[in-house]
């Protein structure tokens, strides 16, 4: 005989609770252990003085990780008789020991491209980190300390952050989560719970508690692009050291000027754009191709691949006037 509802145990308020807990707990484990299997298998160890992680991204072997894992400053200046660094050794998931080739690699975004030759690879899937909106879980796989294939999980904190390079430019638009990180994380994958790869774990904020950083998927699809390309990320440049200012009340004023800081050149290079354009120490950067300039860090995001040779109008202050100069940025080298 079929039991009627009411025949059916009925939950107190606490284990109905309990049981939604648990239930909760399955799916939030569940998409954990989805993500930690779609791209486990594509991240691997990274050996280059230090220890880092890094991540498969085409079967044929391209590996992404960080600027900073490939460089340590253990590593820096130790090149061998024919001029070459020592090896970059890659241990892949399945155990095999692999030298990688250094394709490329760019400090400013703390990207770097490795190629490897193995068999039977696993590339990691790429999503789109435009999509990501604080609260959403991501999970984090690397080497901390040397422990191979570590998943920890957490959310995005916030977006658009920015940190400052080891090259003192500034690193824009980085996800900011607290999936716990710690040494030999870096270059491992951010990933989401679809098992989509949208970061590449960067930095964490020493002494802080689930604070930690990585580069943005599309961030590093345009540098991967770029260091296949060229080898490097090319970039402009004036020549000039500067400083930030800040731009007396009165010359705001006077020049009716949107903003009340610029940059003031300390010093010019000889043969550069800025000797050409004969700007001078003490000159006050306000803008530049019609941009306003409220500080290094913004000359350094004008200064784009796109610049290079292009005739860009400067606005200055000199001796309290404003002028306009013409100048054709060169290319770093």
Known sequence: ???????????????????????????????????????????????????GSGFIFTPDGLILTNSHVIAPPSRRGRFGAAGHAPPIGVTLPDGRDLVADLVGDDPHTDLAVLRVSARDLIAAPFGDSSTLRPGQLVIAIGNPFGFQHTVTAGIVSALGRSLRARTVRLMENLI???????PGNSGGPLVTGRGQVVGVNTAVILGGQGIAFAVPINTARYVVSA????????????????????????????????????????????????????????????????????????LHRLLTEERIGELVQLKIVRRGELRRVLVTPCEVS
């Open 227 to 298: 260091l296949l390309r060229d080898g490097r990320v090319r970039r402009s440049h004036l020549g000039v050291a500067g400083q930030d200012t800040v731009i007396p009340r009165l010359l705001v004023r006077l020049h009716q000027l949107s903003h009340d800081r610029g940059v003031t050149i300390t010093a010019v290079s000889e043969g550069t754009a800025a000797a050409e354009a004969q700007l001078r120490p003490g000159d006050l950067i306000v803008e530049f191709a019609g941009e306003p300039v409220r500080g290094v860090d913004d």
């Open 1 to 51: 005989m079929a039991s009627s509802k009411s025949d059916r145990p009925v939950l107190s308020e606490d284990e109905s609770r309990d049981r939604d807990s648990s239930e909760s707990m399955d799916a939030y484990s569940q998409a954990v252990m989805a993500a930690a299997d779609i791209v486990g298998p594509s991240v691997v160890k990274v050996d280059a003085g230090g220890t």
């Open 176 to 182: 900011q989560t607290d999936a716990a990180l710690n």
